[in-house]
């Protein structure tokens, strides 16, 4: 058996705010990651720290972008655990996303459906929640019925997993 992450975060975006605000949930960003070391973690969201747009798959590293900018946000990290087969269909299935990165972008029109419990699947296009929820369906690991309409706090109780982290982002690989 082995562990991959869940990694939730709640910011002081915009967009961030406006979806805490709507749905009053805890976390508002998730990504996923293969390593014990977490970072970096892939995710869809913005590519540029300071710019909305453009968005899409990406790596999100701790010594650089918008997590190096906003360490003293709050975060929770959650263990998963997964069997070999599991976690080599997950990371063949990132690697196939990274692969086409420059094709992918992100599922805003998605995003705001899901508030309204509406799914909308775009081709090339997922949010960040809704990539994780894919992710862990396209390995088995979990059974979402319609991942276009997973929020982050719903990756906080997957079963086989537990949360090991809560606190602030500059805390938690020294905590784990």
């Known amino acids: 058996m082995r562990n991959v992450y869940v990694f939730l ?3 002081n975006t915009i967009l961030s705010r406006i979806i805490r605000k ?17 970072f970096p973690c892939v995710s869809f969201g913005r590519k540029y720290s300071k710019l909305v747009l453009p968005a899409g798959f990406k790596d999100e590293p701790l ?6 900018d906003n360490l003293d946000i709050n975060c929770g990290l959650f263990a998963v655990e997964v069997t070999e087969e599991q976690y080599n269909r997950l990371s063949e299935y990132i690697e196939t996303l990274r692969t086409s990165r420059r094709k992918l972008g992100f599922n805003f029109f998605g995003l705001v459906m899901c508030k309204f419990n509406i799914p909308i699947k775009r081709k090339r296009k997922m949010f960040c929640s809704e990539f994780v929820a894919s992710a862990l369906n396209h390995s088995g690991i979990t059974n979402f019925e319609n991942a276009s309409l997973v929020r982050p706090v719903d990756l906080m109780n997957i079963p086989n997993s537990k949360c090991i982290f809560k606190g602030r ?3 938690v690989q020294n905590n784990i």
């Open 169 to 171: 982002v500059r805390d």
């Open 22 to 38: 709507t749905t009053k949930a805890e976390f508002t960003h998730a990504s996923l990651s293969l390593n014990d070391e977490i």
């Open 9 to 11: 975060i709640s910011s």
């Open 63 to 68: 010594d650089s972008g918008f997590l190096k």
